[in-house]
């Protein structure tokens, strides 16, 4: 069945750092492709979708890219904030329901 | 607009005892979902209601009975709690009959801990 894997966290960064989370996936059709956050003591919620191939997800000044050639859908952002830090979720989708990587806790030092 | 909400926030369970988890969302969506979070597992799909009066099993059914009440409603029961069953639980709903391409949109999690 489809599933994704991401990098184990947790990435800590300094403020205005560069991110990246990658996460790849394994899937049979063509799921549309996400990244969640999860924020301090609250639910989660979309960050950002791509619904086919070579579109570009992005939000809140992050990005990702669903590549499938290389079955990819990192997550990037070019200056962090103390805000960004969060679990993020890179999540995919099989017929009735989504499926979850593990996630990764992001810690944004000042 | 409260989008989906959950009772309680945080419950303590002794071994063998029943809860229910309560969940309702005011958006008018269509299909409705039980996950829970366990640390490094991410979300697993406990049960799910593609439409009023239709629920379905996910990944971790055993252990747990839902009842879609309504459109708006969806409860999750723990007859008898095992300590295996602690867990930060989320309730999620979608606008159409759920798949792999629709946003779900979560509410704030129910904390339970089975002594």
């Known amino acids: 069945g489809n599933s994704v894997t991401q990098m184990e966290g947790p990435v800590t960064l300094s403020e205005e750092a560069f991110l990246t989370i990658n996460c790849t996936y394994t899937?049979?059709?063509?799921?549309?492709l996400f990244w969640y956050v999860q924020y301090p003591g609250e639910g989660l919620q979309l960050l950002l979708k791509?619904?086919?191939?070579?579109d570009k997800g992005s939000n809140k000044g992050f990005e990702a890219t669903y590549r499938k050639e290389t079955t990819s859908f990192h997550l990037e952002k070019g200056s962090v904030q103390v805000s960004d830090s969060a679990v993020y979720f890179c999540?995919?989708?099989?017929?009735?329901?989504?499926?979850f990587g593990s996630g990764t806790r992001l810690l944004v030092r000042p | 607009n409260a989008g989906v909400t959950q009772t309680p926030k945080f419950q303590v369970l002794k071994t063998g005892q029943s809860m229910t988890l309560q969940c309702a969302q005011d958006?008018?969506?269509?299909?409705m979902y039980w996950y829970r979070q366990d640390p490094g597992m991410g979300l697993r799909l406990i049960y799910y209601?593609?439409?009023?009066?239709?629920?379905d099993k996910g990944e971790v059914p055993n252990g747990y009975n839902v009842s879609r009440l309504n459109k708006r409603e969806f409860s999750l029961r723990l007859e008898s709690a095992a300590p295996s069953q602690t867990s930060v639980y989320f309730c999620?709903?979608?606008?159409?009959?759920?798949?792999?391409?629709?946003?779900?949109?979560f509410g704030p999690g129910t904390r339970l801990l089975v002594l």
């Open positions: 999620a709903s979608s606008a159409l009959s759920g798949g792999a391409q629709e946003t779900q949109y």
């Open positions: 899937a049979t059709g063509y799921p549309s």
């Open positions: 791509a619904t086919k191939a070579d």
């Open positions: 999540v995919t989708g099989s017929s009735y329901k989504l499926i």
């Open positions: 958006m008018n969506h269509n299909s």
């Open positions: 209601s593609a439409s009023e009066g239709t629920t």
